[in-house]
C-alpha cells in the first residue's frame, strides 16, 4: 500500500542555519512526490515537486529537496532558515498508475529568531 | 489570478443537522478534489472530479456524504446528518490537466467545521 512517512512532528531551528524536514515515502512503481506548506488558517502552498530527472529539485522560497531512491527518501532543505519560514510542512505521493496523492502528518517548523 | 475560493470558512452545527460546502476552483482546472484535514494530520482524499465526473469516490462515506460539480466547474459538499466525528477541516483543491499524476494542487482556505 502507498503510504508517507515523516518521522518528527516538530523541527526546531535557530534562525540563519541550515533545516531539513524528513520524508520517506512506500509506493509502487516510480513515485512522483510533493512538498506542500500551511500557513495558520490557510490553505496548502506548493513549493516543489520530483517527477523525474535531477534528483536535486528546487522550489519556492530558497527551498530545495533531494530525491533518494535508495532510501525512499525526499527531505526537504534550505540552507538558511527564516523565522518567516515557521509552518506546518507536508510530504506527498502519487504512485505511478493512480492518481490518489497520499499526505504524510505533517512537521511543524519552529524557527527561533 | 484569483486562487480557490471556498466558502464559508467556519461552520458549526449541531449534531445530525445538515451541512454544504461550496467551492470554486481556478479558472480553467479541470480537475477538483476535496480533502478531509484532522486536526495534527494530513490531508486525505474524498472524491476527485474530472470535469462533471466523479472518478474516485472511493473514501466518501456515501451513506451521509455526498457530493456534486455541476457544469464542471463549482463543487458542493454536503453532509446530512452530520456526526461529532465530522468536526474536522474540509479542504477543496484544483489542478490544471485531467488529473495527471504530476499535477500541481492548488488549496482553497477550507472550511473548519464544528459539530456539537
Known amino acids: 500500500a502507498q503510504s508517507v512517512a515523516q518521522p518528527e512532528d516538530q523541527v526546531n531551528v535557530a534562525e540563519g542555519n541550515p533545516l531539513t524536514v524528513k520524508c520517506t515515502y512506500s509506493?509502487?512503481?516510480?513515485?512522483?512526490l510533493f512538498w506542500y506548506v500551511q500557513y495558520p488558517n490557510r490553505g496548502l502552498q506548493f513549493l516543489l515537486k520530483?517527477?523525474?530527472?535531477?534528483?536535486l529539485v528546487k522550489g519556492s522560497y530558497g527551498f530545495e529537496a533531494e530525491f533518494n531512491k535508495s532510501q525512499t527518501s525526499f527531505h526537504l532543505k534550505k540552507p538558511s532558515a527564516l523565522v518567516s519560514d515557521s509552518a506546518l510542512y507536508f510530504c506527498?505521493?502519487?504512485?505511478?498508475?493512480?492518481?490518489?496523492?497520499?499526505f504524510g502528518a505533517g512537521t511543524r517548523l519552529f524557527v527561533k529568531a | 489570478e484569483a486562487g480557490v475560493v471556498q466558502s464559508p470558512r467556519y461552520k458549526i452545527i449541531e449534531k445530525k443537522q445538515p451541512v454544504a460546502f461550496w467551492c470554486n476552483p481556478i479558472?480553467?482546472?479541470?480537475?477538483l478534489y476535496w480533502y478531509l484535514q484532522n486536526l495534527g494530520q494530513g490531508p486525505e482524499l474524498l472524491i476527485r472530479?474530472?470535469?462533471?465526473?466523479?472518478?474516485?469516490d472511493s473514501q466518501l462515506p456515501k451513506d451521509r456524504f455526498s457530493a456534486e460539480r455541476l457544469k464542471g466547474v463549482d463543487s458542493t459538499l454536503k453532509i446530512q446528518p452530520a456526526e461529532l466525528g465530522d468536526s474536522a477541516v474540509y479542504l477543496c483543491?484544483?489542478?490544471?490537466?485531467?488529473?495527471?499524476?504530476?499535477?500541481?494542487?492548488?488549496f482553497g482556505p477550507g472550511t473548519r467545521l464544528t459539530v456539537l
Open positions: 483543491a484544483s489542478s490544471l490537466d485531467g488529473g495527471g499524476n504530476t499535477d500541481t494542487q492548488y
Open positions: 520530483y517527477i523525474t530527472g535531477d534528483n
Open positions: 509506493v509502487s512503481g516510480n513515485p512522483y
Open positions: 472530479y474530472e470535469n462533471e465526473e466523479a472518478v474516485d
Open positions: 506527498a505521493s502519487v504512485g505511478t498508475g493512480g492518481f490518489k496523492t497520499i
Open positions: 479558472s480553467g482546472h479541470n480537475t
